[in-house]
């Protein structure tokens, strides 16, 4: 598989093709430091094998803003140290950090805007960043990746709501000038240290930008020296929604919906924006990679976004937070023990909340993914499963028989067929939860439903019985 | 080309394929009756030539609501009837009334909710909907629209933003119950008289619907008995943008932009989702034909759509609002006499404002479109037309000599190129207007610029010299 071939980067080769996009966890203390729970959560990744892992945004600078992690002085240095040598130890990932620089804002709705920064600030912002990134030398990692995408000070200039009336806003080439300031700094100070970039593909919110500027923005950070480029979408403060007495928080309007699509989204939802910025990079004679991300959990899809030409690098957050064996379980030809993602996006929710990121099939409580080397699979009681339908409310409701495991059931997945068409796996289920309201049939169609319990290795049961169902 | 080929929809025969949709022009009267503008621009766009023209949405009941034609009785029918007979003497094509049911609004900032309609209310809807479609076969109109998209009754029940707990809301499958019911109703109606429907292929609206859903609703509507489908995207109250002392407007928040792409998104920018709802609908056997709209403009985009099997019909609004002659033009292998829409939404913008609907490149003060049969193109002063540029200002700043011209020069298109790349027309200015900032060039590339005048005919002069530019 083309998923699984190394790719070199300037000066790192990562092993395969799989990439873990910076995912907050706030699972750092306020003072910013590494900690043990953010140690569990990397070395986890880390074993699960993926090609590229880039950690949490850390700060550049010093403002407070609740549990980060920070890269903003030489004392974060050591512990920093020390994570990539876990890592190191745990699995043969390239490991990045993503650094960031954002603005203030306060619980009153006050936020502070790029058009308040004077020309000293801008200047701090590029020598905190081009720091920044030589900490990530000392500290023994691979890489470094520019934060320019959603709600931050980097995307906030290159967003066409930069209406700076000066040398730093307006324009295009204007709102590119810090971003581009920042890379050549950053370079100048790293040498050939690999620098990546992450930004927005498109603003998803009214005025913004699209793939018509974004393709340019693409080509102008890689000429400025950028080793690759990995695409975001959204995730904005124009259209946050306020709640109150809290600060206001992008990803609750719907670029954040974009940013991180859910399950009503249809798969690799974003690609034709990463798959665009690409085609235009090669037109160009540019060969830096690219890495698509959003709602992409397969390897046939993955492989298939690859063999296309539509990126050179998979980027999977939700799926490999759900499951950090993905990377590891699919290259030994084991999809099938992969715990996979239902795009609940109860993660994405607890982050607006302020509370410690984690998955909703994860078991209740855990903030970290639970592991299992065991090697039975749950059983069925009886035959069949004993799934059922009802289709007499707008929708069709199943129910089945709790599963049998060894060691626990951890959840099920279900699957449907529309008339005469292929299964596809829609959705999934925690233990001990055996129902599913299918909310999304439409009366006319004949479905066909299984589901398919498993435990907390990936094992599964045997597919229940097929169930046809209509709604009546 | 495939564009001018006719096509059969149930009793009705389309003598090509391009398509006006439903555009409001905020041109009648308060008392919804058919006057002289709305004839003037109907008629004008039935001499340009399209297949299909849909007439702008007419309420199907009594709700005050400006100037916005009605068919909720048969008093309406007489200027309806004058109105498609004039029509008929002017062009080929067939005629559709788009007909609506739309909740209250008031400048409060209330609006009624599908939520807060009794099952009499929705009884009323649908029996509405079945009367007025009568009407229309009364008035000797081809066929009739049902309006199902934006912010409007029907795209409300559609919507997941549906949360009615009775038989009408939650699943899908009863979001779609009272739309179903007026095709039914309609089709009980109506007989073999064509039957289309509009409606949203994503609501792009925080935890909207998406393609998912949409290529089942297009399904759905279809064994319910429409003939076509025409799909546009947003328009949603959810997200529009409230202004002091005016009713709550759609179309003003990111679903607006997304409803009618402006210069900022690429051509065809909504071409997937209509390519995807017609790829299903040709899985389940269904080869009801489908409409894309959304910046296609160009006669070759439209052949291309075509050919490659993403839609069956184009609609173009802008466009054909611009140079209503667009289809007449195209046909007589005369695209290089369009005038062209430059998609500035200044339309879009009159709407919003509840001002008469025009289009930015007619001449100031206009209600419609110029017409001429000039032949005479207008002509530089002087070879190259003198065409300067100036790059030092983050942006490239384009100066020219005015054309001259017999009777009037009307305006002047820009053309760019990137690089080694082809030329692309980028935007377009009205006279006397002699000069253009481009603001999305980059540092780094060469850029090579002509611009050419044109008439009201749309004669054109010769390209001006080619100058090349980059920013300094």
Not at 29 to 42: A, H, K, Q, S
Not at 247 to 259: A, N, Q, V
């Amino acid at each position: 598989m083309k998923l699984f071939e190394p790719l070199k980067i300037n000066s790192m080769t990562l092993p395969n093709r799989v990439v873990v996009p910076a995912m907050v966890t706030r699972l750092s203390g306020e003072d910013g430091f590494v900690n043990g729970d953010i140690t569990d959560r990397y070395v986890r990744f880390a074993k699960g094998g993926a090609g590229l892992i880039v950690l949490e945004a850390m700060a550049v600078h010093g403002s407070k803003s609740g549990p980060l992690l920070r890269i903003s002085g030489d004392e974060f240095t050591p512990g920093l140290r020390e994570l990539r040598q876990k890592m190191k130890d745990a699995g043969p990932g390239c490991v990045a950090p993503q650094i960031i620089h954002f603005l203030k804002i306060s619980r009153s709705g006050w936020r502070q805007k790029v058009d308040d920064l004077s020309i000293d600030d801008i200047r701090a912002i590029v020598d905190a960043y081009a720091a920044a990134a030589v900490r990530c030398i000392d500290a023994g990692y691979d890489g470094v990746e520019l934060h320019m995408a959603h709600a931050y000070t980097l995307s906030s200039f290159l967003s066409r709501m930069n209406k700076r009336r000066d040398d730093y806003g307006g324009s295009l080439d204007r709102r590119l000038r810090v971003p581009v300031e920042v890379v050549t700094a950053v370079r100048k100070a790293v040498g050939d240290f690999p620098v990546g970039v992450r930004f927005d593909g498109e603003e998803c919110i009214k005025g913004g930008y699209t793939g018509d500027e974004s393709k340019l923005i693409a080509w102008r950070l890689v000429q400025a020296g950028v080793d690759y480029v990995s695409i975001s979408a959204g995730g904005k403060f124009e259209d946050a929604q306020p709640r109150e007495g809290e600060p206001l928080y992008p990803y609750t309007g719907y670029s954040g919906d974009r940013c991180m699509p859910g399950k009503t989204y249809p798969p690799a939802a974003n690609l034709y924006i990463a798959a665009g910025i690409r085609l235009f990079l090669r037109e160009q004679g540019s060969s830096a990679p690219v890495i698509a991300t959003g709602k992409i959990n397969t390897p046939e899809l993955a492989e298939k976004i690859l063999n296309d030409g539509h990126a050179d690098l998979i980027g999977m957050a939700r799926p490999i937070l759900c499951d950090p064996d993905w990377p590891r379980k699919v290259q030994a030809g084991h999809f099938d023990r992969v715990i996979r993602c239902c795009y609940a996006n109860v993660c994405k929710a607890k982050d607006e909340r302020f509370q410690t990121v984690s998955c909703f099939l994860w078991p209740k409580g855990e903030i970290q993914a639970p592991q299992s080397d065991d090697s039975v699979a749950p059983q069925w009681p009886e035959e069949g499963a004993g799934l059922k339908a009802d289709g007499s409310k707008g929708r069709i409701d199943l129910k089945w028989n709790a599963a049998k495991d060894n060691e626990g059931v951890y959840g099920y997945d279900v699957w449907r067929a529309l008339g005469e068409g292929d299964f596809e796996r829609v959705d999934a289920v925690p233990a001990p939860v055996t129902g599913y309201h299918d909310t999304t049939a439409v009366a006319g169609f004949e479905y066909r439903y299984y589901v398919q319990g498993y435990d907390y290795a990936g094992n599964r049961t045997p597919a229940s019985g097929i169930l046809q169902a209509r709604i009546s």
